[in-house]
């Protein structure tokens, strides 16, 4: 018989393009589960009108930004041992840098270092238990941009969200192989008791526990 873990340590990240909702679900879903929200750094963030103002200058210094501080979340997370929902996973910059990559707008150079950099902190990761990717089409999270109405985001256009859009495609299907992700359609909101029971069930119904090498055969 599985057992029913316990909802109260585990690590959940929320995922998904510009605007699809992930700060608020992380509010309301971490409330709901009596978990902390770590959120990901915007008005704090030291890099990000710079960014957006000039996107091949700061590239590779906004990644190097956001790894840093993702990497604190994590490690903070981990080593309180209370479980927590964040704001945007860590391996969605990688998302980014890619897409900044082939868009010309970061160097090759740039992009292997920080690639490099990535994965050897990723030896001292703990993953999340579970992902939630919130799926939205770019023409939506263009609204949502435009209808939160941040200035520093008004560059923002549908053709740099196709291309985050398609990356992030590439990304949750790579994810899943090793972390749980729950797909929810987010182009129209759903509410938080519905997201906590999905991840129940996952939480259920999952064997975390992965066969790599059979003996005997
Ligand atoms: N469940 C929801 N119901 C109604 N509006 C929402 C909901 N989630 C997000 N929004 C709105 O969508 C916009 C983007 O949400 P936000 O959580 O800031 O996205 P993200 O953190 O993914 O960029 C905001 O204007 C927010 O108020
Ligand atoms: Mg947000």
Not at 107 to 128: A, V
């Amino acid at each position: 018989m599985k057992k029913k873990l316990s909802m109260e340590r585990i690590f959940i990240g929320i995922s998904g393009l510009i605007g699809a909702g992930k700060t608020t679900l992380a509010t309301t879903l971490a409330e709901h589960l009596g978990l902390e929200a770590y959120y990901e750094p915007v008005g704090d963030n030291e890099y990000l009108a710079d960014f957006y103002k000039d996107i091949k200058q700061h590239s590779f210094a906004m990644q190097i930004y956001l790894l840093n501080k993702r990497f604190l979340q994590h490690q903070q997370i981990i080593w309180q041992g209370k479980g927590g929902v964040q704001d945007r996973t860590i391996y969605e910059d990688t998302v980014f840098a890619r897409m900044l990559m082939k868009s010309g707008l970061m160097d090759q150079r740039d992009y292997e270092t920080y690639c490099s950099l990535f994965e050897n902190m990723s030896n001292f990761m703990c993953k999340p238990n579970v992902i939630i990717y919130l799926d939205v089409s770019p023409e939506i999270s263009l609204e949502r941009i435009g209808q939160r109405g941040r200035n520093i985001e008004n560059e923002i256009g549908i053709d740099y969200l196709g291309k985050l859009h398609q990356e992030y495609e590439i990304f949750i299907e790579e994810i899943s192989r090793v972390i749980p992700v729950i797909r929810v359609p987010w182009d129209q909101f759903r509410n938080v008791e519905e997201i906590a029971s999905a991840i129940e069930r996952e939480y259920r119904d999952t064997s975390f526990l992965r066969q790599v090498v059979k003996w005997g055969g």
